[in-house]
């Protein structure tokens, strides 16, 4: 099994200030990565699929990046609806895929 | 835009059957545009997956589920359902129908949740 691990469990952004989430693969899963925000009480949305491709109508200020192992979800100028939980999840190897533990981003 | 929206009971007592049904819309099930997956989240820790259905009748389940599991379709009714008998404390979780788009998986070979239901919890405790 693929074990995805998630840092920081918890990360303060001040609004307008960047974000960047880290998602690392115990072992190449190619491009084959997603992110997914879930926001308090809400269902879990899919934000970005192959690694940096953005889901439809999701903002620009999203951007994810990386390739085999080593995965980067950046937030360019947090904004206070971006409070929420955000998970990784590989697919190089599925189904089913298996999921970080999630970050939490919160307005400092 | 598909949606999902899970029901059920809240609560389920030790060894008994947990039951849960998913409503979709937006979309049909009997379109077959989507693999039908169940998700489950106990407090404070990961996601699990439980198990995908389709139209077609595939079914594959976790192994570690798999004893005590069921996915069906009532495609009359646009729903997918979940039984997972024998339950236990460790079943407490947050149970989450979500839709994986066919053709993603068949052109792209990707298997990531294009959409999700709210998600329902479910505490096991007498």
């Known amino acids: 099994e693929i074990l995805m691990t998630q840092s920081p469990a918890t990360l303060s952004v001040s609004p307008g200030e960047r974000a960047t989430l880290s998602c690392r693969a115990s072992q190449t899963v190619t491009s084959k990565l997603a992110w997914y925000q879930q926001k308090l009480g809400q269902a879990p949305r899919l934000l970005i699929y192959g690694a940096s491709t953005r889901a439809p109508g999701v903002p620009a200020r999203f951007s994810g990046s990386g390739s085999g192992t080593d995965f980067t979800l950046t937030i360019s100028s947090l904004q206070s609806e971006d409070c929420a939980i955000y998970y990784c999840q590989q697919y190089n190897k599925w189904p089913p895929g298996t999921f970080g533990q999630g970050t939490k981003v919160e307005i400092k | 835009q598909v949606q999902l929206q899970e029901s059920g009971p809240g609560l389920v007592k030790p060894s008994e059957t947990l039951s849960l049904t998913c409503s979709v819309s937006g979309d049909s099930i009997s379109s077959g545009d989507y693999y039908w997956t169940w998700i489950r989240q106990p407090p404070g820790q990961g996601l699990e997956w439980i198990g995908y259905?389709?139209?077609?009748?595939?079914?594959y389940y976790n192994p570690s589920l798999r004893s005590r599991v069921t996915l069906s379709l009532d495609m009359s009714r646009d729903q997918l359902s979940l039984r997972l008998t024998s339950v236990t404390a460790a079943d407490t979780a947050v149970y989450y129908c979500a839709a994986v788009n066919v053709d993603t998986v068949v052109t792209a070979h990707s298997w990531y949740y294009e959409f999700w239901g709210r998600g329902t919890l479910v505490t096991v405790s007498s």
């Open positions: 259905i389709y139209n077609s009748g595939s079914i």
